[in-house]
């Protein structure tokens, strides 16, 4: 199917994107003054021009549905009739309607960033309800329109807690997700921080640290001392960036209200697909003092020539279009429309629905644990017994997670992470809101009969 | 239409300003577990105050707030250097299959073939278009992609006992992401002047390169939408002084099939998704800004990578990667968006798109260039950027027309971009609109020329049918007011 260039001429493909016809062309190149395309490219190299590429011809519509519902067949997933105890960074929630639906608003969907507030009122209202949304779920004073991921969020409350105080150490607890670290170092590595492990114990920290970063609940599921820790940090001149699941939130003490600095998390659970990793969104909340300091862009409200309501981007000198090498983040998006998807999630559970949902996870999730803990060979939360967690929990297996993996999946059960490089034989379970009593049980029974060969 | 001519009657009021106790939008179901203790009480919160709702009113406010909105779907859109091309909607289906939409990233590879051969096929396609072979699509944007390819451009210096090499030299032309990411990467930026033509000063920049230099990053074809003529000088003076060459791709809708980067000695680009590659702009993201880079560096790319082995595709880090710079794998369902794109375009669809775009711009530039100044006054590539000068002097500045064609229903182009212009008004057209189109914006823009002379108020105080006019940005900044809180309700104050 490979074809080669053609030969400078014009192509005169008609394709459903690509309105002008060849009419229509050869009017356009008669205005201009050329006979033909290549007039026009006289700039790029003759000898590099028309390369040929070595691709298929295109698909009609038709087929290409037919190719990707191909490719979707090879994959495993809940509408294939696979259940899933994966977290770790991305959680399996329902995803409601309203949130579908909005979705379809093309109005939304292919804006761009609101550069023209006149034009993009409706943009700019979403992302000001998203801010309110984030504060509200973590007690926090502000909030930015939204970062890359969680793990991108993380990094750069770092960095903005090294430029507030100054100091280029940044302590990360030794219980978080390495995800964290690991996106801090590529974030850090060229501009002179260097990456501390503190123990969650920890009661003493240098007292040059720009930070304490601290996941909550952390990697394991459990939920940290956030308010000692917090106070720790205040005691050396450190700030604290605390890392969140924002369902969690639903149930457990938000940051806000252990005077934490920062806050980020991973937005993906508030209705947004897993979708293999991406697009996320990252939640990002400060205390206002250190507005000045935040990335990304930022929402305000204010008031049109005739004093009527209306919301534009704000505080742009802090931004790369304005300040070039100088930003506070090289950070040019604020990933807009899963926002958008977090703030139709967040208005349609509403007040009642986030408690809800936080409470079913929990009873959920402590079902399993509680029935996988009774099973021969197997413990649960090894790591530090009795502690709390929320949805996420580690079982200490009898043998190789992975091989019990195996196992699980001939049962069509993709089971927990295996995390055996941070645990002996450790699997790290989750269990939302989408598992049912069924799911659970029939997990909990693969795992007994495994385990007994194991 | 789409816009709301009456801006009176818009409710402007927040969810929590609508909210009533006792509404709900959405019942989760009841627990069908035996009853679990709850932690201790001083580990739980009090209620999370979001609203209360009706599911409609979920709806209708989300759906009256996108009506404020330009779009594509409802509007030209021709702002420079974002390639507001036509989103396909067959894509966006495609992308929320069941078995692409619910896949976990951490599962096992072999439970997800179909997921990474989509991966690799659209790495390899990148690679063809690009001619630069080795591919990662973990950049989560544009701005992500560029760090990347500095951090590419380090590790391979360094891979040569070369780590004195600290400079980014960067056109004044350049995006405002190319020294903030040179910064991020630790970089000190050196900037390097465009000659009377908009071209990079080649004698500058042979002043400039030396044993220092790690990376010059050019924007390819500029951000004035030239194609840079010395290229193949420019490269050769960068590699003779041992630096690498990295392309920034913003602009790649222009060249699709027409040159590669790679064979003109391009070390380093990066592509956004969201632009030559049609995935919706979504409003300010999510984007994708997938790094390519040449079979020699392909070992420090970001990791992951999408591979093919014996055993099937695999997700692999590569031999001396610089690392995750974010959390899984990339924009999953974008890339699976702009493979779709490439598939039903194919070869010489994706042809005619650049042939396509550069025609609609040229046209666009020479139909004004009687009454605005043209930045660089020759062919461009796929956009034009026009300088309003003649228009300020006679008292109406680029930021007016600008708002002034919100009125007409066109979106404004970029303003003020590249700051080496003044005035300067960077219009794209691309290849999706028709040449009806075109000749309307056209008509509109010399209209709006008439008009400085005949009504200038109609300009200064554009736009009139919007739901707001022109919004006090100063005091935004200087008082935020950035959520909702019970005070500052502004239908109580």
Same mark, same amino acid.
């Given at each position: 199917?490979?074809?080669?260039?053609?030969?400078?001429?014009?192509?005169?493909?008609?394709?459903?994107?690509?309105?002008?016809?060849?009419?229509?062309?050869?009017?356009?190149?008669?205005?201009?003054?050329?006979?033909?395309?290549?007039?026009?490219?006289?700039?790029?190299?003759?000898?590099?021009?028309?390369?040929?590429?070595?691709?298929?011809?295109?698909?009609?519509?038709?087929?290409?549905?037919?190719?990707?519902?191909?490719?979707?067949?090879?994959?495993?997933?809940?509408?294939?009739?696979?259940?899933?105890?994966?977290?770790?960074?991305?959680?399996?929630?329902?995803?409601?309607?309203?949130?579908?639906?909005?979705?379809?608003?093309?109005?939304?969907?292919?804006?761009?960033?609101?550069?023209?507030?006149?034009?993009?009122?409706?943009?700019?209202? *979403?992302?000001?309800?998203?801010? +309110?949304?984030?504060?509200?779920?973590?007690?926090?004073?502000?909030?930015?329109?939204?970062?890359?991921?969680?793990?991108?969020?993380?990094?750069?409350?770092?960095?903005?807690?090294s430029r507030v105080t100054k100091r280029t150490r940044i302590g990360v607890l030794s219980s978080?997700?390495?995800?964290?670290?690991?996106?801090?170092?590529?974030?850090?590595?060229?501009?002179?921080?260097?990456?501390?492990?503190?123990?969650?114990?920890?009661?003493?920290?240098?007292? #040059?640290?720009?930070?304490?970063?601290?996941?909550?609940?952390?990697?394991?599921?459990?939920?940290?001392?956030?308010?000692?820790?917090?106070?720790?940090?205040?005691?050396?001149?450190?700030?604290?960036?605390?890392?969140?699941?924002?369902?969690?939130?639903?149930?457990?003490?938000?940051?806000?209200?252990?005077?934490?600095?920062?806050?980020?998390?991973?937005?993906? &659970?508030?209705?947004?697909?897993?979708?293999?990793?991406?697009?996320?969104?990252?939640?990002?909340?400060?205390?206002?003092?250190?507005?000045?300091?935040?990335?990304?862009?930022?929402?305000?409200?204010?008031?049109?020539?005739?004093?009527?309501t209306g919301y534009a981007l704000t505080l742009q000198t802090r931004e790369q279009h304005i300040?070039?090498?100088?930003?506070?983040?090289?950070?040019?998006?604020?990933?807009?429309?899963?926002?958008?998807?977090?703030?139709?999630?967040?208005?349609?559970?509403?007040?009642?629905?986030?408690?809800?949902?936080?409470?079913?996870?929990?009873?959920?999730?402590?079902?399993?644990?509680?029935?996988?803990?009774?099973?021969?060979?197997?413990?649960?939360?090894?790591?530090? &017994?009795?502690?709390?967690?929320?949805?996420?929990?580690?079982?200490?297996?009898?043998?190789?997670?992975?091989?019990?993996?195996?196992?699980?999946?001939?049962?069509?059960?993709?089971?927990?992470?295996?995390?055996?490089?941070?645990?002996?034989?450790?699997?790290?379970?989750?269990?939302?809101?989408?598992?049912?009593?069924?799911?659970?049980?029939?997990?909990?029974?693969?795992?007994?009969?495994?385990?007994?060969?194991? | 239409?789409?816009?709301?001519?009456?801006?009176?009657?818009?409710?402007?009021?927040?969810?929590?300003?609508?909210?009533?106790?006792?509404?709900?939008?959405?019942?989760?179901?009841?627990?069908?577990? &035996?009853?679990?203790?709850?932690?201790?009480?001083?580990?739980?919160?009090?209620?999370v105050e979001l609203p209360e709702v009706s599911q409609l009113e979920v709806i209708r406010y989300?759906?009256?707030?996108?009506?404020?909105?330009?779009? =594509?779907? +409802?509007?030209?859109?021709?702002?420079?250097?974002?390639?507001?091309?036509?989103?396909?909607?067959?894509?966006?289906?495609?992308?929320?299959?069941?078995?692409?939409?619910?896949?976990?990233?951490?599962?096992?590879?072999? +439970?997800?073939?179909?997921?990474?051969?989509?991966?690799?096929?659209?790495?390899?396609?990148?690679?063809?278009?690009?001619?630069?072979?080795?591919?990662?699509?973990? &950049?989560?944007?544009?701005?992500?992609?560029?760090?990347?390819?500095?951090?590419?451009?380090?590790?391979?210096?360094?891979?040569?006992?070369?780590?004195?090499?600290?400079?980014?030299?960067?056109?004044?032309?350049?995006?405002?992401?190319?020294?903030?990411?040179?910064?991020?990467?630790?970089?000190? *930026?050196?900037?390097?002047?465009?000659?009377?033509?908009?071209?990079?000063?080649?004698?500058?920049?042979?002043?400039?390169?030396?044993? @220092?230099?790690?990376?010059?990053?050019?924007?390819?074809?500029?951000?004035?939408?030239?194609?840079?003529?010395?290229?193949?000088?420019?490269?050769?003076?960068?590699?003779?002084?041992?630096?690498?060459?990295?392309?920034?791709?913003?602009?790649?809708?222009?060249?699709?099939?027409?040159?590669?980067?790679?064979?003109?000695?391009?070390? =380093?680009?990066?592509?956004?998704?969201?632009?030559?590659?049609?995935?919706?702009?979504?409003?300010?993201?999510?984007?994708?800004?997938?790094?390519?880079?040449?079979?020699?560096?392909?070992?420090?790319?970001?990791?992951?990578?999408?591979?093919?082995?014996?055993?099937?595709?695999?997700?692999?880090?590569?031999?001396?990667?610089?690392?995750?710079?974010?959390?899984?794998?990339?924009?999953?369902?974008?890339?699976?968006?702009?493979?779709?794109?490439?598939?039903?375009?194919?070869?010489?669809?994706?042809?005619? *798109?650049?042939?396509?775009?550069?025609?609609?711009?040229?046209?666009?530039?020479?139909?004004?260039?009687?009454?605005?100044?043209?930045?660089?006054?020759?062919?461009?590539?796929?956009? +034009?950027?026009?300088?309003?000068?003649?228009?300020?002097?006679?008292?109406?500045?680029?930021?007016?027309?600008?708002?002034?064609?919100?009125?007409?229903?066109?979106?404004?182009?970029?303003?003020?971009?590249?700051?080496?212009?003044?005035?300067?008004?960077?219009?794209?057209?691309?290849?999706?609109?028709?040449?009806?189109?075109?000749?309307?914006?056209?008509?509109?823009?010399?209209?709006?020329? #008439?008009?400085?002379?005949? @009504?200038?108020?109609?300009?200064?105080?554009?736009?009139?049918?919007?739901?707001?006019?022109?919004?006090?940005?100063?005091?935004?900044?200087?008082?935020?007011?950035?959520?909702?809180?019970?005070?500052?309700?502004?239908?109580?104050?």
């Open positions: 199917m490979a074809s080669s260039a053609t030969s400078g001429g014009n192509t005169s493909t008609n394709h459903p994107y690509i309105p002008s016809t060849d009419l229509d062309r050869q009017e356009m190149l008669g205005v201009i003054g050329v006979d033909s395309l290549d007039g026009l490219l006289g700039d790029i190299p003759i000898e590099h021009r028309h390369p040929g590429l070595n691709l298929d011809a295109g698909l009609a519509e038709q087929e290409l549905s037919t190719l990707f519902r191909s490719i979707a067949a090879e994959n495993a997933s809940s509408s294939s009739g696979y259940i899933s105890f994966l977290g770790a960074g991305s959680y399996s929630h329902y995803v409601p309607s309203t949130v579908r639906s909005i979705l379809q608003r093309g109005e939304f969907v292919t804006a761009y960033t609101p550069y023209q507030p006149e034009a993009a009122q409706g943009t700019l209202q *979403v992302g000001f309800e998203f801010q +309110t949304v984030i504060c509200q779920l973590t007690g926090m004073e502000v909030a930015n329109a939204g970062m890359y991921d969680g793990p991108t969020a993380f990094a750069e409350a770092c960095l903005m807690a978080a997700d390495s995800r964290l670290p690991d996106t801090l170092l590529a974030y850090s590595k060229h501009q002179g921080n260097e990456i501390i492990v503190i123990t969650p114990d920890a009661t003493e920290i240098p007292d #040059d640290l720009a930070c304490i970063g601290i996941q909550s609940p952390n990697f394991f599921g459990e939920i940290e001392d956030v308010e000692r820790l917090t106070k720790l940090a205040h005691d050396n001149g450190a700030l604290s960036v605390v890392h969140v699941n924002p369902v969690a939130l639903g149930m457990f003490k938000a940051p806000g209200e252990f005077d934490v600095d920062i806050v980020t998390a991973e937005g993906q &659970p508030l209705g947004v697909p897993m979708a293999f990793g991406g697009p996320y969104v990252g939640l990002f909340a400060c205390k206002k003092a250190h507005i000045r300091q935040m990335p990304g862009r930022i929402i305000g409200r204010t008031t049109d020539t005739k004093g009527r300040r070039r090498q100088r930003a506070t983040s090289n950070i040019c998006t604020s990933t807009q429309l899963i926002g958008l998807m977090v703030t139709v999630y967040a208005a349609t559970l509403g007040k009642q629905g986030i408690k809800d949902l936080a409470n079913l996870c929990y009873q959920k999730a402590h079902y399993a644990a509680s029935e996988i803990g009774n099973l021969n060979g197997f413990s649960v939360n090894p790591i530090s &017994p009795g502690g709390t967690f929320f949805h996420e929990f580690v079982v200490k297996c009898p043998g190789s997670p992975s091989k019990i993996n195996a196992s699980l999946l001939n049962k069509k059960i993709i089971g927990g992470l295996d995390i055996s490089d941070r645990y002996e034989n450790g699997m790290l379970v989750c269990v939302t809101e989408t598992s049912s009593k069924d799911d659970i049980d029939k997990f909990v029974k693969a795992l007994s009969e495994i385990g007994a060969s194991a | 239409m789409t816009i709301t001519t009456s801006a009176g009657d818009i409710d402007r009021r927040l969810l929590m300003d609508r909210s009533v106790a006792g509404r709900k939008a959405f019942t989760l179901p009841e627990s069908d577990v &035996p009853a679990q203790k709850l932690p201790d009480s001083s580990f739980l919160r009090d209620d989300f759906s009256v707030l996108s009506q404020l909105n330009f779009s =594509i779907d +409802t509007n030209f859109y021709p702002l420079g250097s974002c390639t507001m091309k036509y989103n396909p909607k067959i894509n966006d289906e495609l992308a929320n299959l069941p078995g692409l939409a619910d896949i976990h990233p951490l599962q096992p590879d072999e +439970t997800v073939q179909g997921a990474i051969r989509l991966l690799k096929n659209l790495q390899d396609d990148l690679g063809e278009i690009t001619g630069l072979v080795g591919v990662s699509l973990a &950049p989560l944007a544009g701005a992500q992609g560029e760090y990347a390819g500095l951090l590419v451009a380090r590790a391979y210096h360094e891979s040569q006992n070369d780590s004195a090499r600290t400079v980014a030299i960067v056109p004044d032309s350049a995006h405002g992401t190319n020294p903030a990411s040179a910064a991020m990467a630790g970089l000190e *930026v050196v900037t390097v002047r465009s000659d009377d033509q908009g071209n990079v000063d080649v004698e500058n920049l042979r002043e400039l390169a030396n044993e @220092s230099t790690a990376v010059f990053m050019l924007t390819i074809p500029s951000t004035l939408g030239l194609f840079e003529p010395n290229i193949l000088e420019i490269n050769k003076i960068v590699h003779d002084a041992g630096g690498l060459v990295y392309a920034d791709g913003a602009n790649l809708n222009a060249l699709l099939g027409l040159v590669k980067l790679g064979d003109l000695g391009v070390d =380093i680009c990066h592509s956004n998704l969201h632009k030559t590659f049609s995935t919706p702009h979504g409003g300010g993201g999510p984007g994708s800004g997938p790094v390519m880079v040449t079979d020699e560096l392909a070992k420090f790319l970001p990791k992951p990578v999408a591979m093919k082995t014996d055993a099937g595709y695999v997700m692999a880090t590569p031999e001396m990667s610089i690392g995750a710079i974010n959390g899984f794998h990339g924009s999953f369902s974008i890339a699976a968006r702009a493979y779709a794109y490439i598939k039903t375009l194919g070869l010489e669809g994706l042809q005619s *798109v650049s042939e396509n775009a550069i025609i609609s711009a040229n046209y666009i530039q020479a139909k004004l260039r009687d009454k605005y100044n043209i930045a660089a006054d020759r062919y461009c590539m796929h956009e +034009t950027v026009l300088s309003a000068t003649k228009q300020k002097k006679r008292g109406v500045a680029g930021l007016d027309i600008a708002k002034r064609l919100l009125d007409f229903g066109i979106h404004a182009p970029t303003m003020y971009f590249p700051m080496i212009i003044d005035e300067a008004l960077m219009v794209e057209p691309t290849e999706s609109e028709s040449k009806e189109t075109l000749d309307h914006f056209i008509a509109v823009m010399r209209q709006i020329d #008439d008009e400085i002379d005949s @009504s200038p108020e109609l300009i200064l105080e554009a736009p009139h049918d919007l739901p707001v006019t022109r919004l006090d940005e100063a005091t935004a900044a200087r008082k935020p007011v950035l959520r909702w809180t019970a005070e500052s309700n502004f239908l109580s104050s």
